[in-house]
């Protein structure tokens, strides 16, 4: 997997972030959990990646591992995890500090049990900004109030002083952005930023990202289950599934011609406002395999249309598109057929007609 | 706040007279010899014991008798007075309040630091061996009975029994004001053994507790700023963890203030427990009903100060 590892987005800038062949493993008393399982990707310096899978895809220990802090929980990591030339899965503790919350940083899922719930917000934005800079608690405190008031947080001078209790839900979470920009970084890695808030605040939230990527040009990592929020969001997509990348591309090729059973699933198990009512939602049937003895072959043939008996002893590895080359897939239908299923699929066919209509699906490429 | 606080106030007022009165009942209708008669000592003649029951007031009915006492209690703070010696008990409790105060408080500190320290390091290194061997020492530690302990270390350490000559022996108590360093060598072993089971507890509630908090995700956060691992440990985990600890440790101080029987006992220590040791051994009710008074009023007190601590530790915690 590795060999055909697939940039996302151009090739030809370097990038700010490059992650090869990376794998991740916990040791549990019921065995060894394949969590990340040989990913490769990599971000460009200002703009957007959306990584996007179900819970228990990888997603989120993928990035976790970026910033070293799976370190803590035992894992066990291998391949290379290359930011600006150096090898984050291979550096101290001490460099890793170094970069965390000050050239990478991160927000999470919930903004409330994200942040310390008995200090007060701005004693924690201070604390960011100390954490990396050699300044006084007041000037320290100004910039908190600053970036507060650069997250659209109304009177900034006087809620610097609440509790995260005191905030609203989308406060909370713009809190967290700000404690994230403290120190400019190079790179915001979102773990589900919108998920736990209400859907006119998401709305807010990602425009504020937008609004933030532009204005201080870093580069954005976005982990999603959400389509909605990449198409919003991401230049590129990388689909992950069982610990693997099974499909990476630009947003508009990965949302006009997807090329994995996988990303049809998730495209097709969306309702979409325009849509016709009549066009039923498919949802991918089965639930997410276990990742301590992933499935053999493609990982995701127990839960696809169109698996073959041969596709659950070849392992796919990502293939560049032949019409597209920054297009992978890992899969190991003939190009032709997937053409054509999708053909039909988007037609609104299920997936049994659109297998009938498509014709014979035969032999790996 | 401070309305909480004063009603919080006037609840504990409230409970101390329903403990008073309930105190009164048990020494007026459990069997007891007569405490005139005790009163008398090797003079029981008739007419002494008449006059002495004359003087406590025990020939009134019991609801005059009642009245009279929690009239005393409470206007004039008046407990009493010895039936073995005839002074006031108040001011026998007074004069032996000191050393029950260093005894506890010393104790307190000792098993709080002790415990947090130990449960912290256990729960960083949960599993490993260095944990496993401190949890089955708090286990031995829990089971050990305080007075054993203390005999146990004044057999080993003491200057005058001890095998090995370290610290001073029991009933060698001075006060803090009038030799400070006499003092501190003499509370050594008092505090340990006082706080040796208590510091067990408290390492394993605080390792669970700093488990489970180094699990959160304002930990992980922490940890994304970019702050060293000891700050995040010391700041953010310990500053959650520690709260659980904080109430039961107000709770066993003011249990502690009113039943340190044994370990004064042990060590000849002349505090309250001591004072009410010897008071139950000559029946002297007068000083068991004040000291159990004071026990009451210890706990609710420190369950006063908890809840009001709790306002101050965790911001969300707001009394109307």
Redesign the interface.
Known sequence: MSAAGGPAGSANATPLLRVEDLRVEFATEDGVVHAVDGVSYQVLAGRTLGIVGESGSGKTVSS?TT?G?TR?EGARVSGRILFEGRDLVAAP?SEL??????EI??I?Q?PL???????RVGGQLV??VR??RDVSRQVARKRAIELLGLVGIPDPGRRVDD?P?EFSGGMRQRA?IA?ALANEPKLLIADEPTTALDVTVQAQILALMERLQRELGMAIVIITHDLGVVAEMAHDIAVMYAGRIVETGSASAIFSSPEHPYTWGLLKSIPHLTGSREEPLVPIPGTPPSLIRPPSGCHFHPRCFYAQPEHARIDPGLRPVETDPAHFVACLLEPAVRRRLWGELSAGRTPDEALKAAGPVEGPA | MSRFVIRRLLWGVLLLIVVSGLLFLFFRFLPTADPAKLRAGRLQNPRIIAEIRHDLGLDKSTAAQFWLYMKNLFLHFNLGYSYYSNAPVKELIVSRLAPTLSLVFGGAIVWFVAGVGVGVVSARRAGSRLDRAVMGTALVLVSAPEYWLGLILLYLLASDIGQLHVFPGAGSYVGLTSDPVKWFEFMILPWLVVAAGTAAVYARLVRGSMIETMAEDYIRTARAKGLPERRVVLRHGLRSAINPVVTVLGLDTGVLLGSSVLVETVFGIPGIGRLNYTAITHADFPIVQGTVLLAALFIIVANIVVDIAYAFLDPRVRYG
């Open positions: 976790l910033l802090l803590h503790e500090r170094a970069i965390r919350g000050n940083a991160m999470f919930d049990s994200s942040l310390h719930p008995f200090f604390e960011a954490a990396h509790y209790h967290m404690m």
